[in-house]
């Protein structure tokens, strides 16, 4: 009996550990070198593909709560952190060079939601080379970054924009993204990369989309005309209990007729 | 004579070799053998209740739909058919997001919305030709995680999504068939690639796009994720029901046609 019950709470708790996940990706702003991957160890290990400079890969499920983090270059470690993840949240971690060193740093952003019919959108400062940059949206100032800061996701109109970095009290342009395109119910983070000789610019890579999660149902049958053939089935149904009731019982007395 | 021709040949119909016992076994044979055949009439007739809607014009493969999806905005995702892509709704309450290490203090600063160009209007008209197809469009949302379904007279637009007309998918439903006969889309699913859909906002702008392909995906693992988003260029994604069709749990699919902007 203890048995058994030992039994059901390992089931229970692998149950509840299957569905308490976070999702994680992988954005690679290291210059150079082999594209790194990422394991994620937790209740789980989970590995993350290897990705290119400034490319993230797609969002992957992890066991929520404290992970071990190592970016791996083949099987060689270069880079490991800690973090902890929260049960349904998306986070991006970012692999960057060290400002002081060739050994690449990983820092963990915690992504934000969409919203129905708006757009949203933060910069992350992934260029450890840039001390200091002005984030402008269409000439409005959208914060001021040093490298690892992120500023709050801002809600313009959708629409298309030019995103630019100017260097402070300067005008001199870092990096800019004309006709960036905000998405009504998307929320996006521009990553602001570049070191070691990387010319410095923004990638953008989608967070979140606000979507419907099931199939709408517009269909009522009538093109495969499922109302109606119930309707025949009952029908045929009722006609073959009658006929066969008729034929029995005319069989029956023909045979009383003959008994007589 | 003949009265006595007549009572021999009763007696012999009576008692005489496949006399009473054949009519007897004729009438047992009816009784079971035409009653079956009337039943399986009827499991005939529910079967046919359940065939399949049209399909679309190009299959459904994962291959297709991410292809599809994609339209040459970033690398394919893959798609093995083994999970579904529902995005899980992030839950969590909106704050000033950091790096971990070095946390730096930086205060959120909230933007007031931008113009960011002029976008187009709300969608108002949808047209097929080559459907024979010309109805109005009402803004949809979201209901119970699944798209609110239009009047069967009209379309429905996805508001929570891009508009037609400017970049990233736009999404329009509209009925495969009502209870008697087919519906708006009817013709959906059979649309060819290069097809013309012109879709007609509020101001009176008509934008206009050119069918590419179609997919059909099942219900109950709705791929949301080459649904909505964004695209580099306006997308137009028209979607209805498809595959077996259920009394109870209508139609098992749904049937997805992805129009690119001309």
Redesign the interface.
């Known amino acids: 009996m203890s048995l058994l019950g030992g039994v059901v709470i390992l089931l229970s708790l692998s149950v509840g550990d299957a569905f308490a996940a976070a999702?994680i990706r992988l954005l690679n702003a290291v210059p150079g070198g082999p594209p790194p991957h990422l394991q994620v160890s937790a209740a789980r290990q989970v590995k993350l593909e290897a990705t290119d400079f400034g490319?993230a890969t797609?969002y992957t499920a992890t066991p929520a709560g404290r992970a071990r983090l190592a970016l791996l270059a083949g099987e060689k470690p270069i880079a490991k952190?800690s973090?902890s993840f929260?049960e349904?949240?998306?986070y991006t971690v970012?692999a960057v060079r060290n400002r002081n060193s060739e050994a690449p740093?990983?820092?963990?952003?915690?992504?934000?939601?969409?919203a129905?019919?708006k757009?949203r959108l933060?910069v992350?400062s992934a260029a450890p080379e840039v001390n200091g940059a002005e984030i402008t949206?269409?000439g409005?100032?959208?914060?001021s970054?040093?490298p690892?800061?992120?500023?709050?996701?801002?809600?313009?109109?959708?629409?298309?924009?030019r995103l630019a970095a100017v260097k402070p009290d300067s005008e001199d342009e870092l990096a800019a993204l004309p006709g960036l395109?905000?998405?009504?119910?998307?929320a996006?983070s521009a990553y602001l990369i570049g070191s070691a000789g990387e010319r410095t610019r923004f990638v953008l890579h989608?967070d979140?989309?606000?979507?419907?999660?099931?199939?709408?149902?517009?269909?009522?049958?009538?093109?495969?005309?499922?109302?109606?053939?119930?309707l025949?089935?009952?029908l045929?149904?009722a006609?073959?209990?009658t006929?066969?009731?008729l034929?029995?019982s005319?069989?029956?007395t023909?045979?009383d007729r003959?008994?007589r | 004579m003949l009265a006595a021709e007549r009572a021999r040949l009763r007696a012999r119909g009576?008692?005489g070799p496949g006399?009473?016992a054949g009519?007897?076994r004729?009438?047992?044979i009816?009784?079971?053998v035409?009653?079956?055949?009337?039943?399986g009439?009827?499991?005939l007739?529910?079967t046919?209740?359940?065939?399949?809607?049209?399909e679309a014009s190009v299959g459904g493969s994962p291959a297709q739909l991410a292809a599809l999806a994609d339209l040459g905005r970033r690398?394919s995702?893959?798609w093995d058919g083994s999970h579904t892509f529902?995005?899980?709704?992030?839950?969590?309450p909106?704050r000033?997001?950091?790096?971990?290490?070095?946390r730096?203090g930086?205060e959120?600063?909230?933007?007031e919305?931008?113009?960011?160009?002029?976008?187009p209007a709300p969608p108002q008209r949808i047209a097929i030709p080559a459907a024979d197809l010309d109805t109005s469009i009402e803004p949809v949302?979201?209901r119970?995680?699944?798209?609110?379904?239009p009047d069967l007279g009209s379309a429905g637009w996805?508001?929570?999504?891009?508009?037609p007309g400017?970049?990233?998918r736009a999404v329009v439903?509209?009925?495969?068939?009502?209870?008697?006969?087919?519906?708006l889309?009817?013709r959906v699913p059979r649309l060819p690639p290069g097809t013309l859909i012109t879709v007609t906002d509020r101001r009176g702008e008509v934008h206009r796009f050119n069918v590419i392909g179609g997919a059909q995906?099942?219900?109950?693992r709705?791929p949301?994720?080459y649904?909505?988003?964004?695209?580099?260029a306006p997308v137009l994604i028209l979607?209805?029901?498809?595959g077996?069709?259920?009394?109870r749990g209508?139609?098992r699919?749904?049937i997805l046609l992805y129009a690119r902007g001309a």
């Open positions: 999702e490319e797609e952190a973090s929260e349904g949240a998306r970012v740093q990983l820092r963990v952003y915690r992504d934000g939601p969409a129905a019919g757009a933060r992350v949206l269409d409005r100032q959208l914060g970054l040093s690892g800061e992120v500023a709050d996701y801002a809600a313009p109109d959708p629409g298309t924009y395109s905000l998405v009504a119910g998307t996006a989608e979140a989309v606000a979507a419907p999660t099931v199939g709408p149902a517009t269909g009522l049958g009538g093109v495969a005309g499922g109302g109606m053939n119930w025949l089935a009952i045929s149904a006609a073959a209990g006929l066969g009731g034929l029995y005319r069989a029956r023909s045979g003959a008994g | 009576r008692s006399g009473l009519h007897a004729l009438g047992l009816a009784a079971v035409l009653p079956a055949a009337l039943a009439g009827a499991v007739a529910f046919a209740g359940s065939q399949a809607a049209p690398p995702p893959t529902d995005a899980r709704a992030p839950t969590v909106l000033p997001l950091l790096a971990e290490p070095g730096a930086l959120p600063s909230p933007l919305p931008l113009a960011g160009g002029i976008r949302g979201v119970g995680g699944a798209i609110e379904v996805y508001e929570g999504g891009p508009r400017e970049r990233g439903i509209g009925h495969l068939d009502a209870r008697r006969g087919p519906g889309f009817a995906v099942r219900k109950n709705f949301a994720r649904l909505f988003g964004g695209s580099d979607v209805t029901c498809g077996p069709y259920r009394q209508g139609y699919d749904n």
